[in-house]
C-alpha cells in the first residue's frame, strides 16, 4: 500500500515563501506522474502544478512564475517550492500520485497573511 506524506505547511505573510514535500513509501515512485492540489475553504479543489515521471511540468495561471514543482526519484519525494506567497493561496495543499492508480496525501495547511 502506497502512503504519501506532506510536510512544510505553515503560515507566512505576504510575499513569503514556503516549501511543502510529499515523500512516497514504496519503490514505484519513479513511473507515477506527481501533483499539487489545493482547497480553499468554501471552494473546490484545484490543480496547482503537475510534474510527470519524464519531468515535464505544467501550473496553474495564477501561481506560474511563483511556484516550481520539482521530484527527486532516489528520495520518492515531489515539491513546490512557493515564492512570493499571497492570502489566496491560503489553502490545505494536497499531494496526488497517479498513472495506472491513484493516491492522495493527508494535506498541509498553507496560511498567507497579508
Known amino acids: 500500500q502506497v502512503q504519501l506524506v506532506e510536510s512544510g505547511g505553515g503560515s507566512v505573510q505576504t510575499g513569503g515563501s514556503l516549501r511543502l514535500s510529499c515523500e512516497a513509501s514504496?519503490?514505484?515512485?519513479?513511473?507515477?506522474?506527481m501533483a499539487w492540489y489545493r482547497q480553499a475553504p468554501g471552494k473546490q479543489r484545484e490543480l496547482v502544478a503537475t510534474?510527470?515521471?519524464?519531468?515535464?511540468?505544467t501550473y496553474l495561471d495564477s501561481v506560474k512564475g511563483r511556484f516550481t514543482i520539482s521530484r527527486d526519484n532516489a528520495k520518492n519525494t515531489v515539491y513546490l517550492q512557493m515564492n512570493n506567497l499571497r492570502p489566496e493561496d491560503t489553502a490545505v495543499y494536497y499531494c496526488?500520485?497517479?498513472?495506472?492508480?491513484?493516491?492522495w496525501g493527508q494535506g498541509t495547511q498553507v496560511t498567507v497573511s497579508s
Open positions: 496526488r500520485m497517479f498513472r495506472s492508480a491513484e493516491y
Open positions: 514504496g519503490s514505484i515512485f519513479s513511473i507515477y506522474h
Open positions: 510534474i510527470s515521471s519524464g519531468g515535464t511540468t
